[in-house]
């Protein structure tokens, strides 16, 4: 009867330790879960400091956003004149080599001599004027009397 008893004695001791460890174990939850709590107690301070910062954020975005899309959408017809353009540029570069396999040398150049002509004037006329309006820009203001003012 005494290994019976002694049994019990070795399972009790054994039952008291196992409790001992399992209340540290517990003490040691209840102080990480009370720190626990406090942090975030003060992340909520300062989430509460931080939200309406985040909220203006938010909303100044928004209207960037808005504005981008705005002149995104504004530059839609420039880029469909430039498609535009580019479609145009196509037709006339496939008239242009369907038309040129039918035409000799000399009937291409007596047929283009005249836009040739016209982009050279063109180009003089730009010339002057440019030369026109920088020679304006650069002359001295005039006083009421009609004589230059004295520097």
Known sequence: MGVIYLG????????????????????????????LGTTLGEVEKELESITPEIKETVQHTGNLVDDVSDK?????????TL?????????????????REKLSDEQFQRKVTPF????????????LYSKWKKQQSNEEPINQTGSRDEI
């Open 72 to 80: 995104v959408n504004a530059t839609d017809s420039v880029f469909d």
């Open 83 to 99: 498609e535009n353009i580019g479609n145009s540029a196509n037709a006339v570069n496939d008239v242009y080599h369907h038309n």
């Open 116 to 127: 040739i002509e016209g982009i050279r004037w063109t180009e003089a006329a730009f010339l």
């Open 8 to 35: 019990i004695l070795l399972c009790s001791i054994a039952f008291a330790g196992s409790v001992a460890y399992i209340c540290l174990v517990l003490k040691r939850i209840s102080t990480t879960m009370q720190t």
